[in-house]
T-cell receptor, first 111, second 114 residues
Framework: GQSLEQPSEVTAVEGAIVQINCTYQ??????LSWYQQHDGGAPTFLSYNALDGLEETGRFSSFLSRSDSYGYLLLQELQMKDSASYFCAVRSTSGTYKYIFGTGTRLKVLA | NAGVTQTPKFRILKIGQSMTLQCTQD?????MYWYRQDPGMGLKLIYY???????DKGEVPNGYNVSRSTTEDFPLRLELAAPSQTSVYFC?????????????FGPGTRLTVT
């Protein structure tokens, strides 16, 4: 089957750096995406890695290594508003248009 | 652009009742999706559509039906509601070929079946 695994919860303090990992088992995909979801809200797109390597968008960076079946989201200079759930996601290349989302990581930022 | 809109925002159903969750997007996206999210869990794909008149099942389609008569609208029909369908339902859309596969989500419909 196809699955993306993430740690269930991560805690860090304001101003710190935190890394949220995503390990996957899938036969093939177009790229790795990351979404943020605040409590009671809808997921919003953060970043996308089509190729291996690091993509940077402001305080957020995302990394992909297809050879290691692994990716991560790096959040720098943490702020209280970063407290949310984060999901990795891929779109399968299996001939359909199905997106698969990870199990989600709840990030708690402490003052 | 309003993006992706969903109605209603909240709904309480009795077991066995039926309802339609509405989803509309004004971005001319061909691809649309319905997900459900149970408390503390990730998103599970119910149905998706790659264009008007074309729909297909996702991971958890049982108990649901969809139709796609226009590019803009992608309603989700619940027949004979069951407590297991208590969840938050998100509609999303995307445009293929843009290179990012970013999905745009609606605000969600919070459904309780009692």
């Amino acid at each position: 089957g196809q699955s993306l695994e993430q740690p269930s919860e991560v805690t860090a303090v304001e101003g710190a750096i935190v890394q949220i990992n995503c390990t996957y088992q899938t036969s093939g995909f177009y790229g790795l995406s990351w979404y943020q979801q605040h409590d009671g809200g809808a997921p919003t797109f953060l970043s996308y890695n089509a190729l291996d390597g690091l993509e940077e968008t402001g305080r957020f960076s995302s990394f992909l290594s297809r050879s290691d079946s692994y990716g991560y989201l790096l959040l720098q200079e943490l702020q209280m508003k970063d407290s949310a759930s984060y999901f990795c996601a891929v779109r399968s290349t299996s001939g359909t248009y199905k997106y698969i989302f990870g199990t989600g990581t709840r990030l708690k930022v402490l003052a | 652009n309003a993006g992706v809109t969903q109605t209603p925002k909240f709904r309480i159903l009795k077991i066995g009742q039926s309802m339609t969750l509405q989803c509309t997007q004004d971005m001319n996206h061909n691809y649309m999706y319905w997900y459900r999210q149970d408390p503390g869990m990730g998103l599970k794909l119910i149905y998706y559509s790659v264009g008007a008149g074309i729909t297909d099942k996702g991971e958890v389609p049982n108990g649901y039906n969809v139709s796609r008569s226009t590019t803009e609208d992608f309603p989700l029909r619940l027949e004979l509601a069951a407590p297991s369908q208590t969840s938050v339902y998100f509609c999303a859309s995307t445009i293929e070929g843009a290179g990012s596969y970013e999905q745009y989500f609606g605000p969600g419909t919070r459904l309780t079946v009692t």
